[in-house]
């Protein structure tokens, strides 16, 4: 089992920045994959940003390359995204999930994520 707790979220204008955290619990965290995904009001939830098991491996979604930067430390068992440039659209509750341990890839699709944290509120005010 996994844990999961973001925290950070919060309101900035836009083209403002935010550096979420993602606390992690349970096995250990250098075992998994990770990854951020967003849900606007009435949109499907969507990826954001993956990050493999020692960080080795990056993989993000179009609408956020050259903005936002996902990172972990392994030793704090925690994942983090910096979001800068921060628009309007990107306004969203931000979750953070876990894939299943051992997996070589980065998932990008929600059904491959196993765990997931509460989320966390992210507003871009124009």
């Known amino acids: 089992q996994v844990q999961l707790a973001e925290s950070g979220g919060g309101t900035v204008l836009a083209g403002g920045s935010l550096r979420l955290s993602c606390a992690a619990s349970g096995r250990p965290v250098n075992t998994y994959s990770m990854g951020w995904f967003r849900q606007a009001p009435g949109k499907v939830r969507e990826f954001v940003a993956g990050i493999s098991r020692t960080g080795s491996n990056l993989n993000y979604a179009d609408f956020v390359k050259g903005r936002f930067t996902i990172s972990r430390d392994n030793a704090k068992n925690t994942l983090y995204l910096q979001m800068n440039s921060l628009k309007p659209e990107d306004t969203a509750v931000y979750y953070c999930?876990?894939?299943?341990?051992?997996?070589?890839?980065?998932?990008?699709?929600?059904?491959?994520?196993?765990?997931w944290g509460q989320g966390t509120q992210v507003t871009a005010s124009s």
């Open positions: 999930a876990a894939d299943r341990p051992w997996r070589s890839t980065v998932p990008v699709t929600q059904d491959e994520y196993s765990y």
